[in-house]
Nanobody
Framework: QVQLEESGGGLAQAGDSLKLSCVASGRTHGSQSMGWFRQGPGKEREFVASINWNGDETYYADSVKGRFTISRDIGKNTVYLQMDSLQPEDTAVYHC???????????????????WGQGTLVTVSA
């Protein structure tokens, strides 16, 4: 199966930036969409962003639109999440996810994706 490993989380102050990375290994397929979800303290996991197989379609939650940017490097089997203008409400464990059978446009309303990373913690102070 495909394994996902996130990195890049850490501590930040409001207004700062962080860039998360997620590397896929194992049985990878360039045609599969990838995305990011997050789970804050005491909250349910929520959709953040997704990207299609060739990177020309991206989708964002309203809460991060205009501040976060998702991108991918197909050759490196890596997806990124550039997070700018961080706010305390962005504090969460961020998980990378993928599924060969689900389009990027469906990630926002179909969170039952089959492959997940272990998560990387982002903490933002006021």
């Amino acid at each position: 199966q495909v394994q996902l490993e996130e990195s890049g989380g850490g501590l930040a102050q409001a207004g700062d930036s962080l860039k998360l990375s997620c590397v896929a290994s194992g049985r990878t397929h360039g045609s599969q969409s990838m995305g990011w979800f997050r789970q804050g303290p005491g909250k349910e996991r929520e959709f953040v962003a997704s990207i299609n197989w060739n990177g020309d379609e991206t989708y964002y939650a309203d809460s991060v639109k205009g501040r976060f940017t998702i991108s991918r490097d197909i050759g490196k089997n890596t997806v990124y999440l550039q997070m700018d203008s961080l706010q305390p409400e962005d504090t969460a464990v961020y998980h990378c996810t993928t599924d060969p059978a689900v389009a990027a446009s469906a990630f926002a309303y179909y969170p039952y994706l089959t492959i997940w990373g272990q998560g990387t913690l982002v903490t933002v102070s006021a």
